[in-house]
């Protein structure tokens, strides 16, 4: 059983669009592209060499995988070469041409194409970025791992990670660091139902 990982840049209100630069995705007149890169430190970059030298393939929506197959290709050999070297498997609704070699189209429903690949053997599979397809993957209880960076700062409204149909799920926390920038960098992993209570006083 392959475990499905996502790793995903948020603002403290609970924003993941966009972290990357203006026009990455600007759905909603979103104006606040680039909200991460200024807050980068050798931490972090440590910690992205790490989930990043161990082998994976990635699952990503159509928008994500536009924006990568873009730029990796083109980018220097030692910073792209697992993400060149991995297999793609991208989820749209659509009959996409995918150029970026290693790439391969989730045929039919997307929840039942990414549970399928994760009965099957190989390494680890990660999600970056690919909001609309995590709603989906979220809905259907799919994910294995969070690994969250969250950001110092609010840009008010964009698309966020845990939409309104998000299953309901209690997560343990299993590491957690902070950049020297304010960056909580957090994974977490699902236990199950999640477990609720009272405060209330026994005679109230």
Do not use: C
Not at 57 to 70: K, M, P, S
Not at 121 to 150: A, Y
Request: glycine share 12%; hydrophobic share 40%.
């Amino acid at each position: 059983m392959r475990k499905l990982i996502v790793n995903t840049f948020l603002t403290l209100d609970g924003v993941m669009q966009a972290p990357g630069g203006p026009g990455e995705d600007d759905t909603g007149d979103f104006a606040h592209g680039g909200w991460s890169v200024h807050y980068w430190d050798e931490l972090m970059g440590q910690a992205m060499g790490q989930t990043m030298g161990v082998p994976f393939d990635l699952v990503l929506g159509r928008r994500t995988y536009d924006i990568f197959a873009a730029h990796w290709p083109n980018a220097p050999e030692e910073d792209a070469k697992p993400l060149n070297d991995a297999t793609k498997y991208v989820a749209s609704h659509g009959r996409p041409t995918l150029s970026w070699r290693n790439s391969t189209l989730i045929d039919g429903d997307a929840a039942e194409g990414v549970a399928a690949l994760k009965r099957t053997d190989g390494p680890e599979l990660q999600v970056h970025g690919s909001s609309d397809l995590l709603q989906t993957l979220l809905r259907h209880g799919l994910v294995d791992q969070f690994r969250i960076w969250t950001f110092p700062v609010l840009v008010g409204g964009g698309k966020r990670l845990f939409g309104d149909g998000t299953a309901p799920t209690a997560l343990k926390l299993v590491a957690n660091s902070v950049s020297t920038t304010g960056v909580v960098l957090s994974t977490y992993e699902p236990t199950g139902e999640i477990a609720t209570g009272t405060f209330a006083l026994a005679d109230e």
